[in-house]
Antibody
């Protein structure tokens, strides 16, 4: 069974940084692209960032480009999101999502339960 | 690529047929998926590549369309189907979602 468990969310002041992590199990992590998708409370889904199986390609939404950095450690079956210069509009649940193959243009066939990031002074 | 879903809200009774629409700002070929999200839960993949049901998804869910116009049909609504539905394209980065359609009990 695929399991994705995120952690690292919390309350942070505007301009500060936060690092999210996602631990994956139940599948061959190295074979699949991975993504972060967020959802502001009561709002729709927004793709944030994605990374191919071998970290050969990274993608970002315009809203986070230059501030967020995605990375992965295949040896640890883990995905990360370094979030810098956080803004109130970054407040959301952040989901770790598994891509349906190794390249980056994916559908998301498994999701974690999400971790809440609140950016407020 | 902008995805526009309609209607925003669909009020129906159990047993009725639901028809949800997703329109893309440019051709996607068949690179479109549908997700279901219930309150307090993560989204769940229902349909990929416009018409292929994901593992474990009941046959009452079906997808159709190609190019710019896509449809998700729920043939006969069960109580557990009342939720929000999103479409998503994987034609190119940035990956994008539609704004969602809420299927509520009438």
């Amino acid at each position: 069974e695929v399991q994705l468990v995120e952690w690292g969310g919390g309350l942070v002041q505007p301009g500060r940084s936060l690092r999210l992590s996602c631990a994956a199990s139940g599948f061959i992590f190295d074979n699949y692209a991975m993504h972060w998708v967020r959802q502001a409370p009561g709002k729709g889904l927004e793709w944030v960032s994605g990374i191919t199986w071998n970290s050969g390609a990274l993608g970002y939404a315009d809203s986070v480009k230059g501030r967020f950095t995605i990375s992965r450690d295949n040896a640890k079956s883990s995905l990360y999101l370094q979030m810098n210069s956080l803004r109130p509009e970054d407040t959301a649940f952040y989901y770790c999502a598994k891509g349906d193959y190794g390249g980056g243009e994916n559908f998301f066939d498994s999701w974690g339960q999400g971790t809440l990031v609140t950016v407020s002074s | 690529i902008v995805l526009t879903q309609s209607p925003a809200t669909l009020s129906l009774s159990p047993g009725e047929r639901a028809t949800l629409s997703c329109r893309a700002s440019q051709s996607l070929s068949s690179y479109l998926a549908w997700y279901q999200q219930k309150p307090g839960q993560a989204p769940r993949l229902l349909i990929s590549d416009a018409s292929y049901r994901a593992t474990g998804i009941p046959a009452r869910f079906s997808g159709s369309g190609s190019g710019t116009d896509f449809t998700l049909t729920i043939s006969s609504l069960e109580p557990e189907d009342f939720a929000v539905y999103y479409c998503q394209q994987r034609s190119n980065w940035p990956l994008t979602f539609g704004g969602g359609t809420k299927v509520e009990i009438k």
